[in-house]
T-cell receptor, first 112, second 115 residues
Framework: GENVEQHPSTLSVQEGDSAVIKCTYS??????FPWYKQELGKRPQLIID?????GEKKDQRIAVTLNKTAKHFSLHITETQPEDSAVYFC???????????FGAGTTVTVRA | EAGVAQSPRYKIIEKRQSVAFWCNPI?????LYWYQQILGQGPKLLIQ????????DSQLPKDRFSAERLKGVDSTLKIQPAKLEDSAVYLC?????????????FGPGTRLTVL
């Protein structure tokens, strides 16, 4: 099955700085890559996603890039704010089964 | 719009006991998922329903776990008997249709502690 690896496991940044989280996937058939944000004790919520026919997607301070050849994708958060502190999960799925395989998560702490 | 509802929010049981979790998806969502999230890990899919039929249960430990979605709406997940390693948050999610372009909406989860 699909194997998604996520790095780093923890990330501490100064408020206003950028944060970058990287994920790799194993199955070249994967074609959908969502990112979820999970605040402490709360449910995961989709923040951005990208499909394999697109190399980059932006939504305000959040951007995701995809390199299909290298089989990796990244989440970029610019001008970080305290409310960005959370656990972020990457995931991947392929058209044949639509199952989401999640990474282990990155705990992001934004220091004021 | 109302979100995915789950109950109970917390459950503490002793090993070898039984436990059941309930999920009510977003109205009109055909696809329902149960995930297991062990502390420090990402969610792992246990079972996926499309309406009242099972699409994928390949990662469900069928010797102790069972799930049903009668009438294609609410779903229950049962563990019988529970083991210590079953301690986790059980997340229910739903999407309008199956497929990678349909966002999965998660419920608040049920935190299970097995002593």
């Amino acid at each position: 099955g699909e194997n998604v690896e996520q790095h780093p496991s923890t990330l501490s940044v100064q408020e206003g700085d950028s944060a970058v989280i990287k994920c790799t996937y194993s199955d070249s058939a994967s074609n959908y890559f969502p990112w979820y944000k999970q605040e402490l004790g709360k449910r995961p919520q989709l923040i951005i996603d990208i499909r394999s026919n697109v190399g980059e997607k932006k939504d305000q301070r959040i951007a995701v890039t995809l390199n299909k050849t290298a089989k990796h994708f990244s989440l970029h958060i610019t001008e970080t704010q305290p409310e960005d502190s959370a656990v972020y999960f990457c995931a991947a799925s392929k058209k044949s089964d639509y199952k989401l395989s999640f990474g282990a998560g990155t705990t992001v702490t934004v220091r004021a | 719009e109302a979100g995915v509802a789950q109950s109970p929010r917390y459950k503490i049981i002793e090993k070898r006991q039984s436990v059941a979790f309930w999920c009510n998806p977003i109205s009109g969502h055909a696809t329902l998922y149960w995930y297991q999230q062990i502390l420090g890990q990402g969610p792992k899919l246990l079972i996926q329903f499309q309406n009242n039929g099972v699409v994928d249960d390949s990662q469900l430990p069928k010797d102790r776990f069972s799930a049903e979605r009668l009438k294609g709406v609410d779903s229950t997940l049962k563990i019988q008997p529970a083991k210590l390693e079953d301690s986790a948050v059980y997340l229910c999610a739903s999407s309008q249709h199956a497929g990678p372009h349909n966002e999965q909406f998660f419920g608040p989860g049920t935190r299970l502690t097995v002593l």
